[in-house]
């Protein structure tokens, strides 16, 4: 029966605690009145430490959810005024990265009023600091939040297909700042609205009759003047072969001659088939230039010339290749979107 009451007493400290902490982040009670609500569970409910930055944890996430933006200077003194006063060590709250979750919402809340034009990078940056000295945040944390709003912002000002020369300048103010480049991007933003950035500067150049400044080493050697514009990582090229056989059926009778053996007159009469299919020939980059597109993995290369290309089939995840030539078998490439390689070839004079 004791150990029934103080089980009873301990669950009813958690939901005291738990109510004095929402009211607080409700700015219904003050620090010092929290300060009193974690003794009094402390000494009358057994609660521990442990208890309380769980507690915390909790009602930080719910904090997170339910807040908002704009952001103001209050809530970053309210969640710095809890951290130092509720007892509890800053990592024993942050333990599944309740603290690290608020970070990142505020600042990506600060890094929206740049991309909307409400403030200045300048200004942002600073409120960005001020927040992570409060809230500290691993630089693998940061340099992700800084991409997803990047990644938001591009999604936004494109949602028309273009991209105007202001909101590529903020972009490229942005990332210069920060040093944030659209190349070596982590997995996550592959295939996101990051690459196609500069993809859509890399096309306003050429529309424009510039050729793009690019940094895009090709481990094939490249004509005069050709440049690469885009590599694609991990695609696979397959080749159409061709095979061939023969088809029909024998002719005659057939007489026995004796137990087990068989004469049969007459012969095979057939006619070739050739049956085509597409052979896996592997997986390798995809280097867009100004004049080729190349194909290169450790088992093969291929260069085709953009002037030898009759047709070109976009699929939903790569693109089909039909060259000149009497002997020119259809290629198909897979493992990217191919809208960029169409729009260089209607800008690029072939």
């Known amino acids: 029966m004791y150990i029934k009451e103080c089980e009873e007493k301990y669950n009813q400290g958690v939901l005291i605690l738990e109510d004095g902490i929402r009211r607080y982040f409700k700015d219904a009670i003050k620090v010092n009145e929290l300060k ?5 569970v402390k000494q009358q409910n057994f609660a521990e430490n442990a208890d309380i930055a769980l507690s915390s944890a909790k009602c930080i996430n719910e904090y997170t959810e339910k807040s908002r933006w704009p952001f103001h200077s209050h809530q970053l003194d309210l969640i710095k005024d809890y951290i130092n006063n509720i007892g509890v060590p800053y990592q024993s709250i942050n333990v599944n990265g309740s603290l690290d979750n608020l970070c990142q919402k505020m600042v990506r809340g600060f890094l929206a009023e740049y991309f909307t034009g409400q403030k200045s990078l300048k200004r942002v940056l600073q409120i960005c600091y001020q927040i992570t ?22 999604e936004n000002y494109m949602k028309d297909g273009l991209l105007t020369d202001d909101e590529q300048q903020r972009i490229e103010d942005y990332m210069n700042t920060l040093g944030l ?44 003047d050709e440049i690469v514009l885009w590599c694609y ?8 072969k061709v095979k061939k056989e023969f088809v029909g059926g024998h002719s005659g009778f ?8 068989n004469y049969r007159t007459g012969g095979f009469k057939g006619h070739p088939v050739e049956h085509s299919y597409m052979d896996n020939t592997g997986t390798g980059s995809l280097y867009i230039t100004n004049k080729h597109i190349i194909f290169h993995s450790s088992e093969r290369s291929v260069k085709i010339p953009y002037k ?7 699929y939903q995840d790569g693109m089909g290749v039909q060259q000149d030539g009497a002997n020119a078998k259809k290629l198909i490439f897979q493992g990217f979107d191919c809208s960029f390689v ?3 070839m209607s800008f690029i004079s072939i």
């Open 308 to 314: 030898k290309i009759i047709g070109l089939n976009p």
């Open 254 to 261: 057939t007489f026995r001659i004796v137990k087990g053996v």
């Open 181 to 224: 480049t659209t190349t070596n991007l982590p997995a996550k933003y592959k295939d996101s609205e990051i690459s196609r950035i500069e993809q859509t500067k890399i096309l306003k150049q050429l529309q424009r009759g510039i050729l793009p400044q690019s940094n895009i080493q090709a481990p094939i050697l490249l004509g005069k």
């Open 36 to 40: 009193q609500i974690v003794a009094i």
């Open 342 to 344: 169409m729009n260089v």
């Open 233 to 240: 990582d991990g695609v696979t090229m397959w080749q159409e």
């Open 133 to 154: 000295s409060v809230l500290p945040l691993a630089t693998s944390k940061l340099q992700d939040t800084y991409l997803y709003m990047l990644n938001q912002a591009a």
